[in-house]
Structures are given as C-alpha cells and as structure tokens.
C-alpha cells in the first residue's frame, strides 16, 4: 500500500520527529520496545466513484499514536507528527497523495504502565 510507504517516508523524513524518535512502526509497537517511538495505521477507506467508472480517487481514515513516558515528551513528539503530515502532500510509487488534514485527536495513559500515548487522527485523499 503506497499511502502506508508515503506516511512512513513522511515521518523518518520530518527532522522535528527525527530529533525525538526513529522508531516509527506500522500498527503496533512491541511492548519491550524503544520509546518514543510513533505507530500509525491505516483503517478506513472510502473509495470516491465518478459516474459509474472506477474510483482513483481514495481518502484513507489514519491515526497516528506517539508513545512516552512522560506527557511533555509525548505531547512534542505527536506535535513534530502533526506538522510533519498535516496539509502536505506528495507522491510514493504509483501513489500520489493530495492531502492530508486532521480530522481529531485522542489521549491516553496506558493502565499499569507509565506510558503516554496521544493520537491525531487523519484524513488522507490519495490518487491510485
């Protein structure tokens, strides 16, 4: 999946997650892991139809979960992800990416841990 590769380059490209974090993982992060560390995944699709023809046209539901262990730490990572792919776009493959935009935001402190992890959820329009 090209939008998968293209939010992967986006995030070990960006200079403001790379000062905090190169541990970026597709859906899960191994529990003994290092952190920070960034775990995104894809969820959703809604293929966008034209008249009866194929779509190419596809926007991708993702959220994208910082880990810490602290808030302060947490909170600057998931905001270096933010800037790396809110409202950028470009192209991985056969794949361009038209947009790409915040659609929410989640908290949470993981039961009998001291781990944070906060999450932007985001809206990817992609061309196939």
Do not use: H
Not at 34 to 49: C, G, M, Q, S, W
Not at 69 to 95: F, I, K, M, N, P
């Amino acid at each position: 999946m090209a939008v998968s590769e293209w939010i992967y380059k986006q995030l070990i490209n960006n200079a403001g997650v790379n000062a905090i974090t190169t541990a970026v993982y597709p859906l899960v992060r191994q529990e003994e892991s290092t952190l920070p560390a960034v775990v995104y995944e894809l969820f959703d699709i809604e293929p966008i139809d034209t008249k009866g023809v194929a779509p190419t046209v596809d926007v991708w539901d993702c959220d994208i979960t910082a880990f810490a262990e602290d808030y302060t730490s947490c909170e600057t990572l998931v905001e270096a992800v933010r800037t790396a792919l809110d409202r950028q776009s470009g192209t991985q493959g056969s794949t361009t990416v038209d947009d790409c935009w915040v659609e929410g935001f989640n908290s949470e402190k993981i039961d009998n841990t001291e781990i944070f992890a906060l999450t932007y959820s985001f809206k990817i329009r992609a061309k196939r």
